[in-house]
């Protein structure tokens, strides 16, 4: 069984040509924000009731929409309608917007996938280069089919267990717009963003700041990461982890 | 200069300590949220803007509050009052309640750390495993003192530096409840939530779902963990990284 899930609302494109793709691999619920939630990253709801809503039935696809973020999404869907379910698989997007390099840290998109990690469910987050809502998407789906055929064939599964990595499949794919020349795995590029806000001032006469940003690629004359993949038009396939321990150093400062 | 946020808001007492401490280390500047950020995680806030009150001076510590996340804080104080500062440090906390394990990925306090090692400045988060707004933070303070004094000692940039880490000091400090018998320098446990929500009928008869859960610690039977370190009265320190590759599998999976 599958569940999708996106940060852009369950009326998205992205998550429509997902859902529509994942379906002819097997059963798929998808639970997912009612309204856009981009930027939530890991974001969780307490303090006040997350509710959701079945919105309907197609096929093997049920809808629920949930007003919680995300990372609610995957929390809620686990205790309530995908729970205990067979050959358990989260898919989130497709993202509107890349999600590689650093923007993984404030994707919603990619917090569904890290909370499904740590519950020990494999999980795929799909991003493509554009923050057009209405970019063609059919390049896109056909990169979701490569990606989840490799994933059904095992591939995946093999590779992690040949590096001893005894975690579930957590791949973070970012997809080029336009032509796609193939699958890159890599690393995830290092990049910042600068000179993020737009200072206005309202009809109130109050400062205000709009995020905006421009984004610099720190590893710009590496070809072994995500933002060299989208550049080249490949589609990037990061392999990601929940542990966030800086391990050369931690090894070094505990030899004292 | 040192930058001090939070997600508990600016009237916190962890705050408020932590600044006590700081103060007597460098300038401080406050830029809070103007209100609990808590499990914002990285989120950041696009679409609507953000705005800043200078709240008063006292001494050393000038005081801004925020209506942002912890993440928009460090962003937008870098734009306006952190800008170009001298030997710029960013902390983050007193947390109440503890950051440990994968609660770094929820974690608001956190998230701010991140933000600032994203753009290559040092930063440290202080969390104390109590979720009372009262807990008494004394010793809390000392263990502030000691990362600080080993901060300013240069020791941890000694530890990068042989450890071959071109990165910014980026730690995630917790702190244990009552006495403190040292720091340990660790690795983040494994660890997860499991029966998250409590499920509640509300006035309407709407079915409401409360977070609540009950957390596992993956890693009780290891002794090199931040958890392990919380259990035997240790303050932890774990370096964290935002590089969030999960190198094994992507050099075995480059193989082919």
Redesign the interface.
């Known amino acids: 069984m599958i569940l999708i899930t996106n940060d852009d609302g369950i009326s998205a494109n992205g998550i429509k040509m997902l859902t529509n793709v994942a379906r002819s691999y097997d059963d798929v619920i998808v639970f997912a924000p009612d309204g856009p939630r981009?930027?939530?990253?890991?974001?969780?709801?307490?303090g006040k009731?997350?509710?959701?809503t079945h919105i309907g039935k197609r096929g093997n696809v049920d809808f629920y929409s949930c007003n919680g973020t995300p990372?609610d999404c995957v929390?809620?869907a686990r205790?309530?309608v995908f729970k205990d379910v067979q050959k358990p698989l989260v898919l989130s997007g497709i993202n509107h917007g890349s999600n590689a390099s650093?923007n993984?840290?404030?994707s919603g998109t990619m917090?569904a996938v890290?909370e499904a990690n740590?519950?020990?469910i494999p999980a795929i987050g799909f991003s493509i280069d554009s923050h057009d809502a209405n970019e063609d998407l059919e390049v896109a789906a056909d990169v979701v089919r490569m990606v989840l055929d490799k994933y059904y064939r095992g591939d995946f599964d093999d590779?992690?267990a040949?590096?001893?990595?005894d975690?579930p499949v957590?791949l973070?794919v970012n997809i080029p717009v336009g032509e796609c020349d193939g699958l890159m795995?890599?690393?995830?590029a290092?990049g910042?963003?600068?000179?993020?806000?737009e200072k206005?001032v309202?009809d109130k006469g109050?400062?205000?700041?709009?995020?905006v940003g421009n984004f610099i690629n720190l590893d710009k004359d590496r070809n072994d990461n995500d933002l060299y993949a989208l550049n080249n038009h490949m589609a990037s396939?990061?392999?990601?982890?929940?542990?966030?321990?800086?391990?050369?150093?931690?090894?070094?400062?505990?030899r004292d």
């Not at 981009?38 to 307490?46: D, E, F, L, R, V």
């Not at 109050?206 to 995020?211: A, N, S, T």
């Open positions: 981009s930027g939530m990253s890991s974001a969780i709801t307490y009731p997350l509710t959701y990372t929390k809620l205790q309530t650093v993984i840290i404030y917090g890290l740590l519950v020990g590779y992690y040949e590096a001893n990595a975690v957590c973070n795995i890599c690393q995830q290092r910042m963003w600068s000179e993020e806000f206005k309202n109050e400062e205000e700041y709009w995020l396939i990061v392999p990601v982890t929940t542990d966030m321990t800086l391990r050369p150093c931690t090894e070094r400062m505990n």
